[in-house]
């Protein structure tokens, strides 16, 4: 059983470029959870989205950031023109359906803004 | 909103050692505490988690202990190896509703088993 995907591993943008990041969400699980980690610190969620959903976004900057989660496809963080601030491990999670709370997290995706 | 202390933030131990880390919460209607294990250039993984209902679990050489009236809880690694060697994370959910299920993070042990 597949755990949860992300792609890009690895991703490196210019200031001003845009950045999409990917999550597969575990097979079965329809909760994905975004979270950022800045250089040695601990994860901050950003938002949380069931299928074309978007359930909280309290952690989401204001500007810029986006998420999706599509009836079909993975769930996508778009960042639009991207700051050197912006530079992070960017981790998604996913949690099946039902009273269960555990969260289920991606490799991750390293975002560096040049 | 929630607020997750952790302590200590290095923790360096022989092997064979027990190892203990130690998290505060603020918000005494979170429910939910899981730990995570995090190797370097991977993601968090999921070693062990407490509900509130249940004061300690174990499994196998770790445990977690939760103390609802001090609002801490505590993860126990016994019979250390250089393998357990990661950064740590503990983490808290407040109540379903009004949370919907994110969790709050400590901001993390490092972890050193030495040979």
């Known amino acids: 059983n597949a755990g949860v995907m992300q792609n890009p591993r690895h991703l490196v943008r210019r200031r001003g470029q845009e950045a999409r990041l990917r999550c597969s969400p575990m097979?079965?699980?329809?909760?994905v959870y975004w979270y950022r980690q800045l250089p040695e610190e601990g994860l901050k969620f950003m938002v949380y989205?069931?299928?074309?959903?978007?359930?909280?976004e309290s952690g989401m900057p204001k500007e810029r950031f986006s998420a999706e989660f599509p009836k079909e496809g993975p769930s996508i963080l778009r960042i639009q023109q991207v700051v050197r601030g912006d530079s992070a491990a960017y981790f998604c999670?996913?949690?099946?359906?039902?009273?269960?709370?555990?969260?289920?997290f991606g490799p991750g995706t390293r975002l560096t803004v040049t | 909103g929630e607020n997750v202390e952790q302590h200590p933030s290095t923790l360096s131990v022989q092997e064979g050692d027990s190892a203990v880390i130690k998290c505060t919460y603020s918000?005494?209607?979170?429910?939910?505490f899981p730990w995570y294990k995090q190797e370097l250039g991977k993601g968090p993984q999921l070693i062990i988690d407490?509900?509130?209902?249940?004061g300690e679990k174990k499994d196998q050489r770790i445990a977690v202990t939760l103390n609802k009236t001090a609002k801490h809880f505590s993860l126990h690694i016994t019979e250390t190896q250089p393998e357990d060697s990661a950064v740590y994370f503990c983490?808290?959910?407040?109540?379903?509703?009004?949370?919907?299920?994110?969790?709050?993070f400590g901001q993390g042990t490092i972890l050193t088993v030495h040979p």
């Open positions: 989205l069931q299928k074309e959903n978007i359930i909280d």
């Open positions: 983490a808290a959910k407040g109540p379903g509703g009004t949370s919907y299920g994110k969790l709050t």
């Open positions: 918000d005494s209607a979170s429910n939910y």
């Open positions: 999670a996913s949690r099946i359906t039902g009273s269960s709370y555990e969260q289920y």
């Open positions: 097979k079965g699980h329809s909760h």
């Open positions: 407490i509900r509130s209902n249940v």
